[in-house]
């Protein structure tokens, strides 16, 4: 069975300081990988996702994850923390096409002045 | 751009009621998902549908029913709402081959 796992449930930052999420996940098939954000009394919001290819993928708001198959990985990075993301990440795995999606836990990004 | 829309944002109902939460997506997706999203768990799959009165169980599906008449609509119905159903509720479409999904804003759920 696949699962996902996010390594700290709250991060913190400084704004203009790297954002670093952790994700690793468990997948016995080649899988589909995701991060969605979700800001506060809001729905998810795709951020990015990886499917095939290149194995670094750019998303929306600078956002950017690099799927590692040997460490099972796709941790979730942002050169500089800007106040706006602050809010609630998500990774997810799925092993096929249909949309059905196995959360992590999700973290808090927190952005200090 | 998808647009998923979930009826109502805040929800307050009573300990054995039946309650029905409506989601409406407008991009002629085949696969619509119920979840439900608690502090700390992350979001768990209630239900899901591949089709027109199609339905799957997803990981909880205890509780709950649902209904897909129509391609847009997918309804979540809580038979007896009880107080350990106070949640937040997200429904979610999907198009394959595209793998991911579009969310709603979710509805917050209180059951008192």
């Known amino acids: 069975a696949q699962s996902v796992t996010q390594l700290g449930s709250h991060v913190s930052v400084s704004e203009g300081a790297l954002v670093l999420l952790r994700c690793n996940y468990s997948?016995?098939?080649?899988?589909?990988l995701f991060w969605y954000v979700q800001y506060p009394n809001q729905g998810l919001q795709l951020l990015l996702k990886?499917?095939?290819?290149?194995?670094l993928v750019k998303g929306i708001n600078g956002f950017e994850a690099e799927f590692k198959k040997s460490e099972t990985s796709f941790h979730l990075t942002k050169p500089s923390a800007h106040m706006s993301d602050a809010a609630e990440y998500f990774c997810a795995v799925t092993p096929s096409n249909t949309g059905k999606l196995i959360f992590g836990q999700g973290t808090t990004l927190q952005v200090k002045p | 751009d998808v647009k998923v829309t979930q009826s109502s944002r805040y929800l307050v109902k009573r300990t054995g009621e039946k309650v029905f939460l409506e989601c409406v997506q407008d991009?002629?997706?085949?696969?619509m998902f119920w979840y439900r999203q608690d502090p700390g768990l992350g979001l768990r799959l209630i239900y899901f549908?591949?089709?027109?009165?199609?339905?799957e169980k997803g990981d909880i599906p205890e509780g709950y029913s649902v209904s897909r008449e129509k391609k847009e609509r997918f309804s979540l119905i809580l038979e007896s709402a009880s107080t350990n159903q106070t949640s937040m509720y997200l429904c979610?479409?999907?198009?394959?081959?595209?793998?991911?999904?579009?969310f709603g804003q979710g509805t917050r759920l209180t059951v008192v």
């Open positions: 991009m002629d997706h085949e696969n």
């Open positions: 549908s591949y089709d027109v009165k199609m339905k």
């Open positions: 990886y499917t095939t290819g290149a194995t």
């Open positions: 979610a479409s999907s198009d394959p081959p595209r793998p991911e999904a579009f």
């Open positions: 997948s016995s098939v080649p899988p589909y």
